[in-house]
């Protein structure tokens, strides 16, 4: 079980969007549509933005969406706010009752 | 309102067993549509799901810790249990315990994590 892959860093102006992939195999995000994505702040613990690819819960801005294509799972996060700048994580059902995490991106607002 | 409390040492000897347990305190544990899981984080590094375990006692692990890994559940306290058997300074960690939803496939809420040192 190999960790999914995310890039290290995105960034962007405030106002602009940023988008993140993740990046697995047809056994975890490409073979079911169970990805999820936790925002992380430094020192706090993890938030959930999105589930179910597409899903945000409540209290979640509809300015962070999820998408899917193939074995990639992506998170965009528009209208970039200065508390959007966190470490962000996507994760994924993996099959036989396993999870697995993303390499984490940390979004920077310039 | 469903909360969770990890607790534990927090320094454990190379080659020793580390225990965690987490409370669970809000809700029954006891709920089919709900597993129970365990999830660390090394300082600056990202997340790692350890495994889960539901009300009745299934287990899930994560395969890179193999045979090290028993998660237990004790529903008459509302707890469940980790034990990773043999550390290294490698298995320094935060570690979480969080609700993980079936069928939705997502962890939350968390607890507030508990750090966990290996060292002599």
């Known amino acids: 079980q190999s960790a999914l892959t995310q890039p290290p860093s995105a960034s962007g102006s405030p106002g602009q969007s940023v988008t993140i992939s993740c990046t697995g195999t047809s056994s975890d995000v490409g073979g079911y549509n169970f990805v999820s994505w936790y925002q992380q702040h430094p020192g706090k613990i993890p938030k959930l933005m999105i589930y179910e690819v597409t899903k945000r819960p409540s209290g979640v801005p509809d300015r962070f969406s999820g998408s899917k294509s193939g074995n990639t799972a992506s998170l965009t996060v528009s209208g970039l706010q200065a508390e959007d700048e966190a470490d962000y994580y996507c994760s994924s059902y993996a099959g036989s009752d396993t999870f697995v995490f993303g390499t984490g991106t940390k979004v920077t607002v310039l | 309102q469903l909360q969770l409390q990890e607790s534990g040492p927090g320094l454990v000897k190379p080659s020793e067993t580390l225990s965690l347990t987490c409370t669970v305190s809000?809700?029954?544990?006891?709920?089919?549509?709900?597993?129970w899981g365990w999830i660390r984080q090394p300082p600056g590094k990202g997340l790692e799901w350890i495994g889960s375990v539901s009300y009745r006692g299934s287990a899930f692990f994560n395969p890179s810790l193999g045979s090290r890994l028993s998660i237990s559940v004790d529903t008459s306290k509302n707890q469940f249990s980790l034990r990773l058997s043999s550390v290294t300074a490698a298995d320094t960690a935060v570690y979480y315990c969080a609700r993980y939803v079936r069928f939705s496939d997502w962890f939350g809420p968390w607890g507030q994590g508990t750090l966990v040192l290996v060292s002599s």
């Open positions: 809000g809700d029954s544990i006891s709920n089919s549509i709900y597993y």
